[in-house]
């Protein structure tokens, strides 16, 4: 059964290697900033960056979090990412089941004490 998701966003960060977006979906879901990280690798990236057109490989990662915890899993990213503008973008879902977005709650919740 489909659930209304407006409290869920799905993340999507590109990483310069795929040791970086390792480290990045392990720390983000290790703290529960996110249910999970999806990795998809590798793409080819074309923007303008110091006034040129630049082209590079990247990995792209997907995470789903909750709004509340998007502030949090993006100053994480942040933190560990080599990009001096890093792209981190949330998508709103529109609707899920209602097991797999309590899913996504249940994951992203702290630990007590955390």
């Not at 795929?18 to 249910?35: F, K, N, P, T």
């Not at 973008?89 to 709650?105: P, Q, S």
Request: net charge negative; aromatic share 8%.
């Amino acid at each position: 059964m489909l659930q209304n998701a407006s409290d869920f966003l799905e993340v999507r960060v590109t990483a310069g290697t795929r040791e970086e977006a390792d480290r990045i979906c392990s720390a983000v879901v290790g703290q529960r900033l996110a249910a999970d990280c999806q990795i998809i690798a590798p793409i080819e990236s074309t923007y303008w960056w110091a006034g040129e057109i630049q082209r590079s490989e990247e990995w792209l990662l997907l995470m789903k979090t909750t709004v509340e915890r998007f502030e949090n899993l993006a100053r994480r990213v942040r933190e560990l990412h080599s990009y001096e503008v890093p792209q981190i973008v949330a998508v709103a879902l529109v609707a899920g089941t209602a097991d797999y977005l309590e899913w996504i709650r249940r994951e992203t919740t702290p630990a007590s004490g955390a």
